[in-house]
Protein backbone atom coordinates (compact mmCIF):
# COMPACT_ATOMS: atom_id res chain seq x y z
CA UNK A 1 0.00 0.00 0.00
CA UNK A 2 1.80 3.27 -0.97
CA UNK A 3 1.94 6.13 1.35
CA UNK A 4 1.74 9.42 0.17
CA UNK A 5 4.41 9.91 -2.70
CA UNK A 6 5.97 13.35 -3.38
CA UNK A 7 8.14 14.85 -6.46
CA UNK A 8 10.41 16.26 -6.77
CA UNK A 9 12.56 15.67 -3.54
CA UNK A 10 14.82 18.63 -3.52
CA UNK A 11 15.56 21.44 -6.11
CA UNK A 12 17.27 24.79 -6.53
CA UNK A 13 15.31 27.77 -7.87
CA UNK A 14 15.97 31.15 -8.55
CA UNK A 15 14.71 34.16 -6.97
CA UNK A 16 11.82 35.53 -9.85
CA UNK A 17 11.18 31.53 -11.37
CA UNK A 18 8.04 29.96 -10.96
CA UNK A 19 8.15 25.88 -9.24
CA UNK A 20 5.94 23.32 -9.48
CA UNK A 21 5.21 20.47 -6.55
CA UNK A 22 3.62 16.72 -7.37
CA UNK A 23 1.31 14.94 -4.26
CA UNK A 24 0.02 11.31 -5.23
CA UNK A 25 -2.47 10.64 -2.02
CA UNK A 26 -2.03 7.43 0.14
CA UNK A 27 -4.46 5.08 -1.68
CA UNK A 28 -8.07 5.29 -0.83
CA UNK A 29 -7.53 8.34 0.39
CA UNK A 30 -9.44 11.54 -1.56
CA UNK A 31 -8.11 14.56 0.15
CA UNK A 32 -4.67 16.54 -0.16
CA UNK A 33 -3.62 19.27 2.26
CA UNK A 34 -0.46 21.28 1.26
CA UNK A 35 1.67 22.52 4.47
CA UNK A 36 4.97 24.84 3.98
CA UNK A 37 7.70 24.22 6.74
CA UNK A 38 10.69 26.91 7.56
CA UNK A 39 13.68 25.84 8.97
CA UNK A 40 12.88 25.30 12.82
CA UNK A 41 9.29 26.07 12.37
CA UNK A 42 6.16 24.08 12.24
CA UNK A 43 4.05 23.43 9.16
CA UNK A 44 1.93 26.05 8.27
CA UNK A 45 -1.50 25.45 6.23
CA UNK A 46 -1.33 25.98 3.21
CA UNK A 47 -4.50 25.49 1.45
CA UNK A 48 -6.99 21.99 1.19
CA UNK A 49 -8.39 20.14 -2.03
CA UNK A 50 -10.89 18.13 -2.09
CA UNK A 51 -13.23 17.24 -5.17
CA UNK A 52 -10.42 18.66 -7.04
CA UNK A 53 -11.72 22.78 -5.42
CA UNK A 54 -9.91 24.57 -3.14
CA UNK A 55 -11.70 24.17 0.55
CA UNK A 56 -10.03 25.71 2.52
CA UNK A 57 -7.16 28.14 2.72
CA UNK A 58 -4.17 29.38 4.89
CA UNK A 59 -2.75 33.21 5.13
CA UNK A 60 -0.68 32.62 1.42
CA UNK A 61 -0.10 35.08 -1.04
CA UNK A 62 -1.99 34.56 -4.58
CA UNK A 63 1.71 33.43 -5.87
CA UNK A 64 0.85 30.20 -4.34
CA UNK A 65 -1.66 28.14 -6.00
CA UNK A 66 -3.01 24.51 -6.70
CA UNK A 67 -4.69 22.01 -8.21
CA UNK A 68 -5.99 18.56 -8.02
CA UNK A 69 -7.28 16.21 -10.71
CA UNK A 70 -9.31 13.89 -11.13
CA UNK A 71 -7.34 11.28 -9.88
CA UNK A 72 -7.22 13.06 -6.67
CA UNK A 73 -3.32 13.84 -6.86
CA UNK A 74 -2.34 17.75 -6.23
CA UNK A 75 0.17 19.94 -7.72
CA UNK A 76 1.32 22.86 -6.07
CA UNK A 77 2.90 25.96 -8.01
CA UNK A 78 4.37 29.34 -6.56
CA UNK A 79 5.27 32.08 -8.96
CA UNK A 80 7.41 34.68 -8.87
CA UNK A 81 9.52 32.72 -6.20
CA UNK A 82 11.24 34.84 -3.14
CA UNK A 83 14.56 33.98 -0.70
CA UNK A 84 11.55 33.31 1.99
CA UNK A 85 9.46 30.77 0.10
CA UNK A 86 12.79 28.12 0.91
CA UNK A 87 11.20 25.76 2.56
CA UNK A 88 10.28 21.92 3.18
CA UNK A 89 7.15 21.76 1.09
CA UNK A 90 4.50 18.87 2.81
CA UNK A 91 1.90 17.14 1.33
CA UNK A 92 -0.63 15.17 3.66
CA UNK A 93 -3.48 13.32 2.34
CA UNK A 94 -6.79 12.48 4.58
CA UNK A 95 -9.98 10.85 3.48
CA UNK A 96 -12.69 13.71 3.96
CA UNK A 97 -12.27 16.99 3.87
CA UNK A 98 -12.75 17.11 7.24
CA UNK A 99 -10.94 14.04 8.35
CA UNK A 100 -8.35 15.24 11.14
CA UNK A 101 -6.04 12.16 10.58
CA UNK A 102 -3.41 13.21 8.25
CA UNK A 103 -0.68 11.49 6.65
CA UNK A 104 2.61 13.01 5.23
CA UNK A 105 4.63 12.50 2.60
CA UNK A 106 8.40 12.57 2.73
CA UNK A 107 8.48 16.58 1.31
CA UNK A 108 9.94 18.46 -1.14
CA UNK A 109 12.66 20.54 0.04
CA UNK A 110 13.09 23.93 -2.28
CA UNK A 111 16.00 26.23 -1.97
CA UNK A 112 15.65 29.57 -3.38
CA UNK A 113 18.69 31.46 -4.45
CA UNK B 1 0.44 35.68 21.20
CA UNK B 2 0.31 32.26 19.26
CA UNK B 3 -2.24 30.18 18.31
CA UNK B 4 0.16 27.30 19.45
CA UNK B 5 3.01 27.60 21.86
CA UNK B 6 5.77 24.73 22.65
CA UNK B 7 9.49 25.03 24.27
CA UNK B 8 11.53 24.72 21.54
CA UNK B 9 14.50 22.55 23.46
CA UNK B 10 16.19 21.14 23.49
CA UNK B 11 14.97 19.09 26.20
CA UNK B 12 17.84 17.17 27.46
CA UNK B 13 17.21 13.86 29.18
CA UNK B 14 18.76 10.54 30.19
CA UNK B 15 18.37 7.11 28.75
CA UNK B 16 15.71 5.97 30.56
CA UNK B 17 13.76 8.54 31.93
CA UNK B 18 10.00 10.55 31.54
CA UNK B 19 10.71 12.81 29.01
CA UNK B 20 7.79 15.98 29.70
CA UNK B 21 6.98 17.63 26.47
CA UNK B 22 3.84 20.74 27.23
CA UNK B 23 1.89 23.01 24.84
CA UNK B 24 -0.44 25.34 24.95
CA UNK B 25 -3.04 26.55 22.82
CA UNK B 26 -5.14 29.68 22.33
CA UNK B 27 -8.35 28.38 20.26
CA UNK B 28 -11.03 27.07 23.12
CA UNK B 29 -12.72 25.98 19.74
CA UNK B 30 -10.01 23.06 19.22
CA UNK B 31 -11.74 19.80 19.80
CA UNK B 32 -9.08 17.00 19.09
CA UNK B 33 -5.46 17.46 19.64
CA UNK B 34 -2.42 15.58 18.06
CA UNK B 35 1.10 14.69 18.83
CA UNK B 36 3.74 14.75 15.54
CA UNK B 37 7.40 13.17 15.95
CA UNK B 38 9.59 14.34 13.41
CA UNK B 39 13.08 13.14 12.94
CA UNK B 40 15.85 15.70 11.22
CA UNK B 41 15.10 15.94 7.25
CA UNK B 42 11.99 13.46 7.46
CA UNK B 43 8.65 14.32 7.44
CA UNK B 44 5.85 14.17 10.44
CA UNK B 45 4.61 11.17 11.66
CA UNK B 46 1.22 10.89 13.73
CA UNK B 47 2.37 9.51 17.08
CA UNK B 48 -1.15 10.27 19.45
CA UNK B 49 -4.20 11.95 19.61
CA UNK B 50 -6.57 12.41 22.27
CA UNK B 51 -10.03 14.05 22.22
CA UNK B 52 -11.25 13.99 25.91
CA UNK B 53 -10.14 15.53 28.81
CA UNK B 54 -7.35 13.42 30.91
CA UNK B 55 -5.17 10.71 30.20
CA UNK B 56 -4.30 8.84 27.27
CA UNK B 57 -1.78 5.91 27.26
CA UNK B 58 -0.59 4.00 24.28
CA UNK B 59 2.93 2.34 25.02
CA UNK B 60 5.47 4.07 26.22
CA UNK B 61 3.33 7.26 25.27
CA UNK B 62 0.96 9.11 27.64
CA UNK B 63 -0.98 12.11 26.15
CA UNK B 64 -2.36 14.61 28.72
CA UNK B 65 -5.42 16.98 28.34
CA UNK B 66 -6.72 19.67 29.95
CA UNK B 67 -9.54 22.22 28.03
CA UNK B 68 -10.65 24.62 30.44
CA UNK B 69 -6.07 25.38 31.12
CA UNK B 70 -5.97 24.90 27.28
CA UNK B 71 -2.76 22.79 27.90
CA UNK B 72 -2.01 19.52 26.52
CA UNK B 73 1.29 17.25 26.97
CA UNK B 74 2.79 14.33 26.02
CA UNK B 75 4.63 12.05 28.28
CA UNK B 76 7.77 9.84 27.26
CA UNK B 77 8.55 6.83 29.65
CA UNK B 78 11.65 4.63 29.49
CA UNK B 79 12.81 7.62 26.86
CA UNK B 80 14.93 5.79 24.19
CA UNK B 81 18.22 7.80 21.86
CA UNK B 82 15.78 6.85 18.96
CA UNK B 83 13.10 8.97 20.86
CA UNK B 84 15.74 11.81 19.93
CA UNK B 85 13.36 14.04 17.74
CA UNK B 86 11.23 17.10 17.15
CA UNK B 87 7.82 16.86 18.92
CA UNK B 88 5.14 18.99 17.06
CA UNK B 89 1.84 19.98 18.86
CA UNK B 90 -1.16 20.21 16.48
CA UNK B 91 -4.61 21.25 17.64
CA UNK B 92 -7.55 21.02 15.29
CA UNK B 93 -8.57 24.46 14.83
CA UNK B 94 -11.35 26.65 14.01
CA UNK B 95 -10.42 28.71 10.72
CA UNK B 96 -12.25 31.83 10.23
CA UNK B 97 -14.73 30.46 7.75
CA UNK B 98 -15.85 28.18 10.38
CA UNK B 99 -13.79 25.28 8.50
CA UNK B 100 -11.15 23.05 10.95
CA UNK B 101 -7.36 22.77 10.20
CA UNK B 102 -4.16 21.32 12.17
CA UNK B 103 -2.66 24.08 13.62
CA UNK B 104 0.83 23.15 14.47
CA UNK B 105 3.40 24.29 16.91
CA UNK B 106 7.10 25.51 16.22
CA UNK B 107 7.55 21.80 18.07
CA UNK B 108 10.21 20.79 20.88
CA UNK B 109 13.33 19.43 20.41
CA UNK B 110 14.12 16.39 22.52
CA UNK B 111 17.49 14.87 23.08
CA UNK B 112 17.96 11.44 24.85
CA UNK B 113 21.71 10.89 25.84
CA UNK B 114 22.93 7.37 26.25
Known amino acids: DAGVTQSPTHLIKTRGQQVTLRCSPK?????VSWYQQALGQGPQFIFQYYEEEERQRGNFPDRFSGHQFPNYSSELNVNALLLGDSALYLCASSLGSGANVLTFGAGSRLTVL | QKEVEQNSGPLSVPEGAIASLNCTYSDRGSQSFFWYRQYSGKSPELIMS????GDKEDGRFTAQLNKASQYVSLLIRDSQPSDSATYLC??????????????FGSGTRLLVRP
Open chain 2, 50 to 53: IYSN
Open chain 1, 27 to 31: SGHDT
Open chain 2, 90 to 103: APWGLLMDSSYKLI
